[in-house]
């Protein structure tokens, strides 16, 4: 007792101490741990959960940018990078780190200094990829007047992708592939650079051109500022998506523009400040490479098509109030007007819900499929542009191809009985139109039909033509168009105009997009090739499919257009003896017939099983942009 007492003394005095506080307790804790025998042990089991590093693996594969930030120490962090895949064994790997990185190597140098002797390695070494994360850096300056370079790249962009393929980008949102080099870092320097706006500069640059970082050491709030700094720091506005599953992810998942939280062992906080919720880590490429990508593209699908419908009539009632010289006077019935959008909702809700363009089983197979949204590719400047020129065409054939029917000395609509067409009239047949063609606007935007799509379609002609007649039937609701749809209707040329212009108004679309599938296919046009292909061998069934991966070599599209007609089929084995390729040998198939399709250039390798620490913390960053994945 004597002995405890005193120690016991020794070490409220060291606690207190108001200098060399930690020699001193680790002084008085050698006085006490001696001659001791140990019994037992107790430990936290920390361990990486099921497919972590195969997750990884083909979300990299898909062109996500990763970043791990991570509590642990250097040593610790870069085991666990490996075990995860985040690193690999050819990796060069540039450490800065206030700390030795080697005991039998010196104190490092300032932390400015190995910032700069890194980017002088990548700048010597990899200058292709460190030239073009320039294109990331910088504040957006919306206000600001674009030099000739800038002018002539936003044009190039414009223009040359409107019959081009999914391009697949690197990691620095360029056609360059990133380095293959890894960036480890840790807190206490992170702390320097955070208080140097250049430094701040320099770190993400050499962050961009690396493809993969990884922080170690940090704190919560050096998780959040990194995620600021990626978001804040890219004049290209990256994505970004922050995964953890404790309490000290909170704020880096709610930086996030995309918080997903992993309901473990360490509470719900994480969960409970997130905007999508899940049981493990591997389930997150499930719900970008399924559920992100479907409803990215579903979206996209809706929001054009809405802008498209609504154009079209505004254009229509433009041209028809040039004809009458500006007067103020309404082509459509008010009520009928009134009702457009309402006669034309239950088919977009129909995309919005249940649209596919691959299954499920492809999307999980073919991961460069997703980068149609990380790229933008469905809704940007130039497919608005283009839609808005689709629907000025599209208003005026309905309206003068409707007018041109109506006016003139033989005009179709006396039919002989003496009767003559008036405004409501000619309203109405023009509205006709109109709603016959967004309806077969909406058809050829479907990929998938089902009961409800059909049911949607046939449910909003119903509901047009029981308004029709049951309004133009109600005297007391609206003299002017009291009986005016039965009169229309009794003449053939309104269903001629109806449905045949109707649908002639949408073939544009079809020669269009028929054209751009054979001449300039996207990538995912070859892999629903391959999903509907009963010969193609594709590993939809349920079983492990293969990791698939883009031809190299290829920036924009494949040199070999991968949807072709051939004389050879699908096989499994494009090489002799090769089981990981999609069949480019013209001996692998004797039986193949002209009409099978096959891509040449859609290969892919075998995947293995791999696996994060239940308590690591992913964000996940589109490739063009400097992306987070921490811990």
């Not at 140097?196 to 690396?210: G, H, M, R, S």
Request: glycine content about 8%; charged content about 20%; some cysteine.
């Amino acid at each position: 007792e004597t002995e405890a007492t005193a120690w016991l003394g020794a070490w409220r005095d060291a606690v207190t101490a108001t200098s060399g506080r930690a020699q001193v307790m680790e002084g008085v804790a050698k006085q006490i741990e001696k001659n001791l025998r140990v019994v037992g042990c107790t430990a936290i089991e920390d361990r990486l959960q099921d497919d972590v590093p195969s997750t990884i693996a083909d979300l990299g594969t898909a062109g996500v940018k990763l970043w791990v930030l991570t509590g642990d120490k250097m040593t610790t962090a870069i085991h666990i990078g490996h075990s995860c895949r985040l690193l690999n064994k050819d990796m060069h790997k540039l450490m800065v780190s206030v700390d030795p990185i080697d005991e039998s190597a010196g104190p490092p140098g300032p932390i400015d200094e190995q910032l700069a002797a890194a980017a002088a390695f990548l700048e010597n070494n990899h200058s292709a990829a460190y030239a073009a994360a320039d294109d990331l850096l910088g504040e957006p300056n919306p206000y600001g007047i674009p030099d000739a370079d800038s002018m002539k790249a936003w044009l190039a962009s414009f223009f040359m992708p409107c019959l081009g393929g999914e391009q697949a980008v690197g990691a620095a949102g360029s056609d360059t592939a990133p380095a293959n080099v890894a960036l480890i870092i840790d807190g206490p320097s992170l702390t320097t650079v955070f208080n140097d706006d250049n430094l701040v500069e320099q770190l993400l640059k050499i962050a961009c051109t690396c493809r993969s970082v990884l922080a170690c050491r940090v704190s919560p709030k050096q998780k959040q500022m990194i995620v600021r700094m990626v978001i804040r720091g890219s004049k290209t506005k990256p994505t970004t998506l922050a995964i953890g599953d404790g309490a000290n992810d909170v704020g880096m998942i709610q930086e996030a523009q995309i918080g997903v939280g992993i309901r473990g062992k360490e509470g719900r906080q994480a969960v409970n400040n997130s905007d999508f919720a899940i049981a493990q880590f591997r389930f997150l490429k499930r719900l970008m490479m399924v559920h992100g990508r479907w409803n990215y593209r579903r979206m996209a699908k809706v929001i054009v098509y809405f802008f498209h419908k609504n154009i079209v009539i505004t254009a229509v009632i433009f041209f028809f109030t040039t004809n009458c010289a500006y007067s103020g006077q309404s082509l459509f019935e008010d009520y009928l007007y009134a009702g457009y959008n309402f006669f034309l909702g239950v088919p977009p809700f129909c995309l919005g819900f249940f649209d596919k363009d691959i299954s499920e089983k492809a999307a999980m197979t073919y991961f460069p499929c997703y980068a149609v949204g990380r790229e933008k590719k469905d809704l940007n400047v130039r497919i608005m542009s283009w839609m808005m020129v689709h629907a000025l065409i599209e208003g005026s054939a309905i309206y003068f191809l409707c007018k041109a029917a109506y006016m003139g000395s033989e005009s179709i609509w006396q039919g002989g009985t003496g009767d003559t067409a008036d405004l409501q009239v000619f309203g109405t047949i023009v509205f006709s139109v109109m709603i016959t063609a967004m309806l077969c606007k909406v058809v050829i935007l479907h990929y998938t039909w089902n009961v409800l799509c059909i049911a949607g379609i046939v449910f909003s002609i119903w509901l047009y033509f029981f308004f029709l007649f049951v309004y133009g039937a109600w005297y007391s609701m609206s003299e002017a168009f009291y009986w005016v749809p039965y009169h229309a209707v009794h003449f053939a040329p309104f269903w001629l105009l109806c449905f045949l212009m109707g649908s002639g108004t949408s073939m544009a679309d079809v020669i269009i997009e028929t054209a751009r599938f054979y001449l300039s296919p996207k990538y995912s046009d070859a892999v629903r090739e391959v999903e509907h292909n009963p010969k193609s061998g594709l590993p939809c069934d349920g079983t492990s499919g293969p990791e698939p991966e883009l031809p190299e070599g290829h920036g924009s599209s494949p040199s070999l257009n991968p949807i072709q007609t051939s004389q050879h089929g699908f096989s499994r084995g494009g090489r002799a003896g090769d089981p990981g390729e999609i069949g480019a040998d013209e001996h692998t198939s004797q039986d193949s017939s002209d009409s099978e399709i096959f891509m040449k250039n859609l290969t892919y390798r075998p995947s293995s099983s791999r696996n994060v620490k239940s308590e690591s913390a992913v964000s996940a960053v589109p490739a063009e942009s400097a992306g987070t994945d921490g811990r």
